[in-house]
């Protein structure tokens, strides 16, 4: 009994050394800011995501609050996606729950040369500011 609790102990201390892919696994992201205006008016609220153009590092994305965002990127360049909604006055859709009441349809308003075919891009840097200012217009 007593050679199984050492190797038990042993065992469990070992997996701590080693674990799962610590901390040095992560990728090294760099803080990324800016702002984001339509029509010369700083965008009320929306999302904006920093796709790696290679694939190969993950997405980063962060909140568009009173024209502004503030999010954490990996170095290299980047697509970049700007999504907004809007209610759709008097249309509802469904809830996911037969006993959810309808909520407020809503639509993308703005062009989709900024969010499903981007022509937007950064390239972030690993060294110097990373501020980007994207100036949309509504066409």
């Known amino acids: 009994m007593k050679l199984v609790s050492c190797l038990l102990l042993t065992v ?23 702002k984001v205006t339509l029509d010369g008016e700083p ?5 904006i995501i920093f796709r790696d153009a290679s ?15 503030s999010l ?5 360049k980047k697509l ?9 006055p008097g ?15 809503v639509e993308q308003y703005l062009p989709a040369e900024y969010n499903e075919k981007t022509t937007l891009e950064a390239d972030v840097s690993d060294s110097g500011s990373n501020e980007f200012t994207f100036e949309l217009k509504s066409k």
């Open 55 to 69: 694939g190969k590092a993950a997405s980063a994305a962060g909140k568009v609050e009173d024209g502004e965002y």
């Open 43 to 47: 965008l009320p609220a929306g999302d």
């Open 12 to 34: 469990c201390f070992t997996g701590s050394l080693v674990g799962c892919g610590g901390a040095s696994d992560a990728p090294v992201t760099y803080p990324v800011s800016g």
């Open 80 to 88: 970049v996606v700007i999504t907004a909604t809007k209610e759709i």
């Open 72 to 76: 954490k990127a990996t170095a290299g």
């Open 91 to 105: 249309k509802t859709v469904v809830g996911g729950a037969p006993d959810e009441p309808p909520v407020p349809a």
